[in-house]
């Protein structure tokens, strides 16, 4: 279809005039899959774009703009819906494009099978045929939209979905907005269909999201990441860029909206975002007719590089736990492997979401008690951790214990394995309280690699300090007080790390007297 531009903002004005917005009856309540976004500008996948024919024009290229993925047809596995838009090389990353497609997948990230191919419109610039199953017809908005992209002129050929069931059939519909129409994509009879005509789309409908749904950004200059930044100190001081990173739309406390969070990043550069990550922050806001109030702020990390003051609420500092000896490297280096991201679960099993920030330095849960969010956990990790940050229902209570890995560094020792150390955390009703003794008690599996790398490196280098602490420590752990005498003793004899002495003296005194 081709319509010029000028008659369709006529349009958008008569339908605002002639109008006025249908308000329906409330909807029945359903439950909608989760939907996680991923938004792209400049780094989008590729991956995608070889189940669409290859395009015979050298000047064009296909851009993968959005990716969506959720439940959206009668099948128990999510689908994935892939905006493709067909642009120039030279690419526009606002939108001045030439083609459009929905492509369906399945959800196999290295191996994508396509499902379905939607052909959504066709500026007719180029002489192009891209066979899709169907050209979807777009129709004149019920109602002008509000400007989404605050910052960003909604540009003309711009176009974008999101995931919302309006035909109230408990499957999430697909909604088109472009700067051509608009159009309502519903899984009915076994197949997707362009179905606008027969429902009433209002603002309300529109403003309805699934129980969780995650946005993610590929840019920092990403103009509806933008939006939070001015919950933070505005602007970034000189050579600081702000970037939004993910933000999440749930229901986190005990009001029965939902909340806004979104993690942010303030990271260097000069004349735009390097990448080298100074800060990280955690914003939590209620969205009052599309006005965001923040709610609470919390300061994730700070490498005290940069003179930034953010009034955050909280500052929550990645835990060292106890019994950990080694160089601290965090403070006053930038976070260059910076990478973080957060996911919303009810770890407590109070049935209110807690936000589980994961970040390369370890861990930190945010949790509503008590009518305030608090930091109920935080771990440091070590960078060289070889399994995974985790939350795991060990005795099936409905409440998730937090299991967080660390490697013990090696003094002195070419080639020998850093020991692999476990953290275990317990909710005790208003936090996250290390257990290790519940852990370590049960755990004979441990306790044996541990000996193992132990007589390993015993045979090959000789007694090590590292090594004789923590198996004393596992044994203290386990109420084997003689075998943890035997361990313990010998660190408070021969150790050279003045920190391994203090404790294995500490553990000594609480053990029963011989
Ligand atoms: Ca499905
Ligand atoms: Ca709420
Ligand atoms: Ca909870
Ligand atoms: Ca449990």
Redesign the pocket.
């Known amino acids: 279809m081709k319509r010029p531009l000028q008659n369709t903002l006529v349009g958008f004005v008569i339908s605002l005039i002639l109008s006025p917005l249908v308000v329906s009856a409330d909807p029945p309540k359903t439950t909608t899959s989760e939907v996680k976004y991923y938004h792209y500008y400049y780094s989008a996948p590729v991956g995608y774009h070889r189940l669409l024919p290859s395009l015979a024009s050298k000047e064009l290229e296909y851009h993968t703009r959005l990716v969506a993925e959720a ?9 994935k819906v892939v905006l493709i838009v067909v642009d120039t090389k030279r690419h526009t990353p606002y939108g001045e494009w030439l083609q459009a497609f929905l492509l369906i997948t399945d959800s196999d990230i290295n191996n994508p099978k396509k499902k379905d191919l939607l052909k959504l419109f066709d500026s007719d610039a180029y002489d192009l045929e891209v066979p899709a199953r169907i050209s979807i017809e777009l129709h004149e908005p019920p109602f002008v939209f509000k400007e989404r992209l605050n910052d960003a002129p909604w540009k003309p050929h711009g176009v974008s979905f999101r995931l919302i069931d309006l035909t109230g059939d408990g499957i999430l519909d697909i909604w088109v907005e472009a700067a051509y129409g608009v159009a309502l994509i519903s899984f009915q009879n076994g197949e997707l269909k362009e179905v606008f005509s027969n429902y009433t789309v209002t603002k309300e409908k529109l403003a309805e999201t699934s129980d969780i749904e995650y946005h993610s950004y590929d840019a920092p200059v990403e103009p509806q990441g933008r939006l939070y930044h001015r919950f933070l100190s505005a602007p970034a001081p000189k050579g600081l860029y702000y970037d939004t990173r993910m933000v999440a739309t749930a229901n986190v406390d005990d009001t029965p909206e939902k909340e806004t969070i979104a993690l942010m990043i303030a990271e260097t550069g000069s004349g735009g975002p390097h990448g080298e990550w100074v800060q990280a922050f955690l914003l939590i806001a209620e969205n009052e007719v599309d006005v965001l109030r923040k709610k609470d702020l919390f300061k994730l990390f700070d490498t005290g590089t940069h003179d930034l003051d953010v009034p955050a609420r909280v500052s929550i500092d990645a835990q060292r736990t106890p019994f950990i000896f080694r160089e601290w490297t965090r403070i006053g280096s930038p976070w260059s492997f910076g990478w973080v991201r957060f996911k919303l679960v009810d770890l407590t099993g109070d049935g209110i979401l807690d936000i589980w920030v994961e970040h390369a330095m370890g861990v930190a849960v945010i949790s509503f008690q008590n009518g305030e969010f608090k930091e109920v956990c935080s771990g440091y990790s070590s960078t060289r951790r070889k399994s995974p940050i985790e939350y795991i229902d060990i005795d099936n209570d409905g409440i998730y214990e937090i299991k967080i890995p660390d490697r013990i560094a090696m003094s002195g020792v070419a080639g020998a394995d850093y020991p692999e150390w476990l953290n275990f955390y317990e909710w005790d009703g208003n936090t996250y309280r290390l257990n290790n003794e519940k852990f370590y008690a049960k755990n004979d599996k441990y306790l044996i690699r541990l000996l193992n790398t132990y007589n390993f490196v015993l045979i090959r280098y000789g007694r090590f300090e590292e090594y004789s602490f923590y198996i004393g420590l596992v044994f203290y752990y386990r109420g084997n007080a003689a075998m943890a005498y035997k361990y313990l003793q010998w660190v408070v004899e021969h150790a050279e790390n003045d920190g391994y002495i203090q404790a294995a003296k500490s553990l000594l005194k609480k053990l029963p007297p011989r």
């Open positions: 439940n959206i047809n009668d099948t128990p596995e999510k689908e």
